[in-house]
């Protein structure tokens, strides 16, 4: 298996709801990553997990709450969101030091916060 | 800021032509990557090329590295309708802090 999975791929919630993002991947890599995609933009870095541990924290709101449960699965549980928080959201895996295969980037979900 | 500009913004080819996409980045790095996006949807890891090496090649694809003058090019051969994407440069310093570049988007017509 070589995919990273991302559920939902799309998700419309309001400002006072509850979500998660979810993110799974078999490749045994031990670092996952969330980044954040606007229009037309790069993505940018939210958060690094290496080993199933918080090692970069990008200066991301707390209302965006990242966590990962095992070595295999990645959420981003998303509260009180404010329209501008509206993007596609990335997940990606690799190994945790360098190596020739970079990252695996999953298909993202397009999130609308209405 | 760490992240690298490219350019150009946008390029529009003819397939069979090739295309040459250039990044240039602010601080010193341990490796450079580039990555294709089609159209919003997860980015493609295309090849990595670490701070001592100066040229890479893997199938169509091209990249060198000038680590003098902070800069990279991406050259593809014989461009395809296909390759029709958002090209991204991206560097780190450890290899868990990737920073992506601009994006130059590339459009191929048959």
């Known amino acids: 298996d070589t995919e990273v999975t991302q559920t939902p791929k799309h998700l419309v919630m309001g400002m006072t709801n509850k979500k998660s993002l979810k993110c799974e991947q078999h490749?045994?890599?031990?670092?996952m990553y969330w980044y954040k995609q606007k229009a037309k933009k790069p993505p940018e870095l939210m958060f690094v997990?290496?080993?199933?541990?918080?090692?970069i924290n990008e200066s991301v709101p707390s209302r965006f709450s990242p966590e990962c449960p095992n070595s295999s699965l990645l959420n981003l549980h998303l509260h009180a969101l404010q329209p501008e928080d509206s993007a596609l959201y990335l997940c990606a895996s690799s190994q945790v030091v360098d190596r020739v295969g970079g990252y695996t980037f999953g298909s993202g979900t397009r999130l609308t916060v209405v | 800021s760490q992240q690298g500009e490219e350019d150009p913004q946008a390029l529009s080819i003819q397939e069979g032509e090739n295309a040459t996409m250039n990044c240039s980045y602010k601080?010193?790095?341990?490796?450079l990557q580039w990555y294709r996006q089609n159209s919003g949807r997860g980015l493609v890891h295309l090849i990595l090329?670490?701070?001592?090496?100066r040229e890479k090649h893997s199938g169509r694809l091209r990249v060198t590295l000038d680590t003098s003058k902070k800069s990279s090019s991406l050259l593809i051969t014989a461009s395809r309708a296909a390759d029709t994407a958002s090209y991204f440069c991206?560097?780190?310093?450890?290899?868990?802090?990737?920073?992506f570049g601009t994006g130059t988007r590339l459009l191929v017509s048959p």
């Open positions: 997990y290496s080993y199933e541990k918080l090692s």
């Open positions: 601080t010193s790095i341990n490796n």
């Open positions: 490749m045994g890599h031990r670092a």
């Open positions: 991206a560097t780190s310093r450890g290899f868990q802090k990737l920073v």
């Open positions: 090329i670490r701070s001592n090496e």
